[in-house]
Nanobody, 119 residues
C-alpha cells in the first residue's frame, strides 16, 4: 500500500496551491478520502472529506469556501485545491484513506507534504 502526497510548498498569503494524493495497493474507489493537517504544537485536524460512493464532501469551518476536495477514481488520486491561503493554513498536510467494514477499520496514511503560507 502506498499513499503519496505532493504539491506542497511556499506560497504568499492570498495565493493558491493544489495538493495531490496518489494511492496504490488497495481499491481506492471503496475508500473515503480525507485531508488532515498538523501545525507545529497543535493536534492533527481533519480538513476535508470526500466519501464514496457519491462523492459527498465535508469541510472544517476554518477552510469552508476556500478549499475544495475532489477525487478521480480512474487515477486513484484525491486532490485538495486551496485558495485564499492564510498564514494559519501553514501545516503539514496528510492524506488518509479510510474504510469501515463490519466494524473493522482499514486506514492508510501518507507521509505528509509541507504547506507554508508566508510573505
Amino acid at each position: 500500500v502506498q499513499v503519496v502526497e505532493s504539491g506542497g510548498g511556499l506560497v504568499q498569503p492570498g495565493g493558491s496551491l493544489r495538493l495531490s494524493c496518489a494511492a496504490s495497493g488497495f481499491t481506492f474507489s471503496r475508500y473515503n478520502m480525507n485531508w488532515y493537517r498538523q501545525a507545529p504544537g497543535k493536534e492533527r485536524e481533519l480538513v476535508a472529506t470526500i466519501t464514496t460512493p457519491g462523492g459527498s464532501t465535508n469541510y472544517a469551518d476554518s477552510v469552508k469556501g476556500r478549499f475544495t476536495i475532489s477525487r478521480d477514481n480512474a487515477k486513484n488520486t484525491v486532490y485538495l485545491q486551496m485558495n485564499s491561503l492564510k498564514p494559519e493554513d501553514t501545516a503539514v498536510y496528510y492524506c488518509n484513506a479510510l474504510r469501515v467494514v463490519l466494524g473493522s477499520e482499514y486506514d492508510y496514511w501518507g507521509q505528509g507534504t509541507q504547506v507554508t503560507v508566508s510573505s
